[in-house]
């Protein structure tokens, strides 16, 4: 439970040229805050030199930004949509209780706070006294907070990396499914369809793998959802792949997601009739 007052705040940035070469600069900051009770959004546009960042209208806006790659893909130009309030809250939905990022699964993980040294991010949040939790059951603590997690993090869920090939394809799709898609694809969610992609639906549960589209075919014939062992018979990857009408996920993204189409695309490729 937040309490009333929490703000929620993200920042993304994106690698640009600089005077000292390929730098990150801040392209937007995002907040979420808890305003009597009900949560609202608001997005911030960062200026050229770094130092400020407006709000954003009501309406949203979209930015050209040139993004400067270090590898052969060189200098890109792309279309940067600063999300309406509105907009915000079609994944930051009732149905998916609101706040996505900052949970236990998510948080679970190593990060470097800018000392060189990564620290998880749940203990870090302990020392700041930002839990109020019992301690575990065997009575041993950890850290040097007052409130203490109610157990040690890696006794605590925690998502694969989807981009990291050394962990279990099926849970690497299953940590890709719950960040990107759960927040719509729940039950009452806006997903206009019947799948349910959080990370503890069983497989079975989901409603995708070999089942019928119940909107556009995409023209494939013999199409499925997923199509075990076929992707292109699959009109989830085939909705990946597209930027426009009927694209995903709908909001939010002007590029295909390359490593994530490769990754569901093997994915199904490992899938049998008979899972």
């Excluded at 989901?206 to 018979?233: E, K, S, T, W």
């Excluded at 295909?256 to 695309?265: C, F, G, K």
Aim: net charge negative; glycine share 8%; charged share 25%.
């Amino acid at each position: 439970m937040f309490p009333e007052g929490t703000v929620l705040v993200k920042t993304f940035s994106l690698p640009a040229k600089s005077d000292l070469g390929i730098q990150d600069r801040r392209v937007e900051t995002r907040l979420l805050v808890r305003q009597d009770g009900e949560w609202a959004g608001f997005s911030y546009e960062w200026n050229d030199e770094q130092n400020d960042a407006i709000l954003v209208p009501a309406a949203g806006t979209d930015r050209e930004i040139i993004v400067q790659h270090a590898s052969a893909r060189g200098e890109e130009r792309q279309t940067w949509r600063y999300p309406s309030r509105s907009e915000c809250m079609v994944c930051h939905s009732r149905a998916a209780d609101f706040v996505l990022g900052f949970t236990t699964r998510q948080l679970n993980r190593p990060y470097d706070y800018g000392s060189g040294t990564a620290i998880n991010q749940l203990l870090a949040l302990q020392h700041r006294g930002i839990f109020k939790a019992p301690v575990a059951d065997d009575g041993s603590t950890f850290g040097t907070s007052e409130f203490k997690l109610p157990s040690p993090p890696a006794e605590l869920p925690r998502l694969a990396d989807p981009y990291d090939a050394t962990q279990p394809l099926p849970d690497r799709v299953r940590a890709y499914f719950d960040v990107n898609c759960a927040n719509c694809h729940v039950e009452a969610g806006g997903g206009n369809s019947l799948m349910e992609l959080g990370f503890n639906t069983r497989w079975e549960k989901m409603r995708i793998i070999d089942v019928n589209p119940q909107h556009d075919r995409r023209g494939i014939p013999n199409a499925r959802l997923v199509a075990p062992g076929d992707p292109d018979r699959s009109v989830l990857l085939h909705r990946m792949l597209r930027r426009g009408r009927g694209q995903m996920p709908p909001l939010a993204t002007s590029l295909v997601d390359e490593p994530a189409v490769q990754l569901i695309r093997e994915w199904i490729a490992s899938l049998s009739d008979a899972q």
